[in-house]
């Protein structure tokens, strides 16, 4: 094959669209099953303590990026997320700005095979970048909202078509995506209930590993800081007069 058909002739050639497309259904659909995979590499790495899960995880999330920048059609979690979509009407979106989605995906996943698959070596920024990724594949599965197709016009100066939710035309917004007053009311205090109940939990309770002690400093002032030393430092001196007054 060519090297221009390779990087441009990529995705399903369906009759009605000029470009090669990809079932939108089954991108999200794979996006769900990877962040889901991640989901349970985390709480399987904190509750048994244990890297090998991270590590096999890492290395299917890099080689599963490697074949969809290839060949899409043989992706192993677009072929899961096929699995239990292929029943559904298919929604199909350009195959290009996706392929380059997924090409910002397999850079992202580069670094993390060798810094947890090969040579285990964690910290904070670099789970801060495996976070990242799983946040990318929730947007894309629950909102199909693909960060890396808004980057797509950025970097090839190419306009997008096909978009998810038809996103790339210029459209007036139905009536059914409006909001009325109430809606606007209830949408606002849920998100501002989750922003402050998130900020009220990371702020009082007392981190247990050190990603949890990064946020818990990140969102703290100095001075909240400071008294949460003194505090403890009162809390120990106490305690250590309370066992002399034993000995006695």
């Not at 072929?79 to 009407?89: P, R, S």
């Not at 670094?111 to 070596?121: L, Q, R, T």
Request: glycine share 8%; charged share 20%; with cysteine.
């Amino acid at each position: 094959m060519k090297l221009p058909n390779f990087l441009w002739d990529y995705g399903e050639k369906v009759p009605g669209y000029d470009v090669g497309v990809i079932n939108e259904r089954e991108a999200r659909a794979g996006a769900g099953i990877l962040g889901m995979l991640g989901m349970i590499v985390i709480f399987v790495g904190i509750g048994f303590n244990h890297t090998i899960v991270a590590r096999v995880y890492l290395a299917f999330l890099f080689l599963d990026f490697t074949v969809r920048v290839i060949n899409p059609s043989y992706s192993p979690s677009l072929l899961m997320g096929k699995f239990f979509v292929q029943n559904q009407k298919p929604e199909y979106v350009s195959a290009l700005q996706k392929r380059f989605a997924w090409t910002m995906g397999w850079f992202i996943a580069l670094p993390m095979v060798w810094w947890f698959v090969i040579h285990w070596d964690i910290s904070f920024y670099k789970v801060l970048i495996c976070v990242l990724c799983l946040l990318f594949t929730f947007l894309e599965s629950a909102f199909s909202i693909c960060v890396g197709c808004k980057f797509y016009k950025i970097f090839t100066k190419l306009d997008p078509v096909h978009c998810p939710g038809g996103v790339c035309e210029v459209r007036a917004k139905e009536p059914i995506q409006m909001f009325n007053p109430v809606q606007k009311v209830i949408t606002a205090l849920t998100m501002i209930g989750l922003v402050a109940g998130t900020y009220l939990f990371i702020a009082n309770s007392e981190p247990q590993t050190f990603f949890g002690e990064f946020l818990h400093e990140a969102i703290l002032t100095d001075a909240q800081l400071q008294q949460e030393k003194d505090e403890a430092y009162e809390r120990e001196a106490a305690a250590a007069f309370g066992d002399d007054a034993e000995d006695w």
